[in-house]
């Protein structure tokens, strides 16, 4: 079945530090990729998105390439600030089901 | 635009009761809604999706009798908990998805934090 495998936390970086969050799935056919972040006691909100091979999601600094012959989806962003603590989460939907396939969240504390 | 919204936010019961958690898309017609459960620093489990006018489809191990799930309109589902007990205390968030954003995306409610007591 499809699945996603995300890189395990807790990270913890300072201000301004450069971020990576490493995310390979498993998946028949042409998924569609996602990063969903959730704040703390907060529910999911879409970060950024991907549907097709080579696509680059992009939203408030963060990016992540959809990367078919890696199987890829890495979330980078430049310079964090301590707003971005949160919860990331990779997920996918098949392109032959409509169901999230999550991965286990990477939670990142950014220190000022 | 693609709002959802849970009611209520939290809510507190008596071990034996029976809660009802309210999921609406604001602004779209959701033809299918997710119910999610979150433990603590875990990831989201789905426990069921409900179509529009039609039954419910569980995830296994989901039980039905005690999580019910009801569709009845475009822009609203509801999750009863019923005889809950202290076991049944989590995070549940649902999400929606519509003709907005594609077939693929979905979006979520703020979640409604239940503790049985």
């Known amino acids: 079945g499809d699945s996603v495998t995300q890189m395990e936390g807790p990270v913890t970086l300072s201000e301004e530090a450069f971020l990576t969050i490493n995310c390979t799935y498993t998946?028949?056919?042409?998924?569609?990729l996602f990063w969903y972040v959730q704040y703390p006691g907060e529910g999911l909100q879409l970060l950024l998105k991907?549907?097709?091979?080579?696509d680059k999601g992009s939203n408030k600094g963060f990016e992540a390439t959809y990367r078919k012959e890696t199987t890829s989806f890495h979330l980078e962003k430049g310079s964090v600030q301590v707003s971005d603590s949160a919860v990331y989460f990779c997920?996918?939907?098949?392109?032959?089901?409509?169901?999230?396939?999550f991965g286990a969240g990477t939670t990142v504390t950014v220190r000022a | 635009g693609a709002v959802v919204s849970q009611h209520p936010s939290w809510v507190i019961c008596k071990s034996g009761t029976s809660v009802k958690i309210e999921c609406r898309s604001l602004d779209f017609q959701a033809t299918t809604m997710f119910w999610y459960r979150q433990f603590p620093k875990q990831s989201l489990m789905l426990m069921a999706t409900s179509n529009e006018g039609s039954k419910a489809t569980y995830e296994q191990g989901v039980e039905k009798d005690k999580f019910l799930i009801n569709h009845a309109s475009l822009t609203l589902s509801t999750l009863t908990v019923t005889s809950a007990h202290p076991e049944d205390s989590s995070f549940y968030i649902c999400s929606a998805r519509g003709l907005a954003g594609g077939y693929r995306e979905q979006y979520f409610g703020p979640g409604t934090r239940l503790t049985v007591t």
């Open positions: 991907a549907t097709k091979a080579d």
């Open positions: 997920a996918l939907v098949s392109s032959n089901d409509y169901k999230l396939s």
């Open positions: 998946a028949t056919g042409y998924p569609s």
